[in-house]
């Protein structure tokens, strides 16, 4: 114990949010309680209150945890490739593999944000995730200003709306895909890569620009 004592602060609360994360994967949120996460993450209840206030902040830590991750994969997917389509389909890749790495994560970033920090006391964590959120916002908003300007995508595009749509689209489509795959192979005699790239395309092309656009 002495060794884990000196350990940083910021050491144990990874530890707890690890933990949780599984059990809330296990269990869900409202069935875990600080008990359980305590015994998951090996430490006494006592020890837990030492790192974290209550349940509600170990679930705010893991939320910006997957803001942060989110982020990272769109961050990525945009630096590495130059034409539209291309970084489109880099950004469907990252959000794929965002979901199947971090399946628990991924249906986080889907729940309600708080986004009101004058009319009540709030959790630090939560204006984190509210900012990287609005990072990853702006992320796409290059991108479709980008694409509008190469005359790749439709230039009637109101940016805002179309951002919010658009991660909904892929999202529910990655999740679906993730929830029925069994149904989707047997019913379709698709495979769940084949029925994602099929949606993705018809995402895209929602967006993409009509030739009549360019002449």
């Known amino acids: 114990m002495g060794r884990r004592k000196k350990e940083p602060r910021s050491v144990h609360r990874e530890n707890i949010v690890s933990a949780a994360s599984a059990l809330f994967m296990e269990k869900g949120i409202a069935a875990a309680s600080m008990d359980d996460i305590a015994k998951a993450a090996g430490y006494s209840k006592a020890t837990l209150y030492v790192y974290f206030e209550n349940k509600e902040e170990i679930v705010g830590m893991i939320v910006w945890n997957s803001m942060k991750k989110l982020y990272d994969y769109i961050s990525s997917a945009l630096v590495q490739q130059k ?4 970084r489109y389909d ?3 890749r990252g959000l794929v593999r965002y979901q199947e790495e971090f399946p628990f994560y991924f249906r986080m970033v889907l ?12 959790l630090p964590e939560e204006k984190e995730t509210y900012r ?4 990853i916002n702006q992320k796409l908003k290059q991108f479709l200003l980008s694409g509008m300007e190469k005359g790749d995508l439709r230039r009637d595009l109101e940016i ?16 679906l895909a993730a929830n029925k795959e069994e149904y989707i192979k047997q019913s379709m005699g698709l495979s769940k890569e084949k029925f994602m790239e099929y949606g993705f ?15």
């Open 83 to 86: 034409t539209t389509r291309a």
């Open 90 to 92: 880099f950004i469907c």
């Open 111 to 122: 729940d309600r944000i708080n986004i009101d920090f004058e009319s009540h006391e709030y």
């Open 132 to 135: 990287v959120g609005e990072e």
């Open 160 to 175: 805002m709306p179309s951002i919010f749509n658009f991660w909904g689209m892929l999202s529910g489509i990655i999740q």
């Open 201 to 215: 395309s018809l995402v895209y092309d929602s967006i993409a620009a009509r030739r009549d656009d360019h002449e």
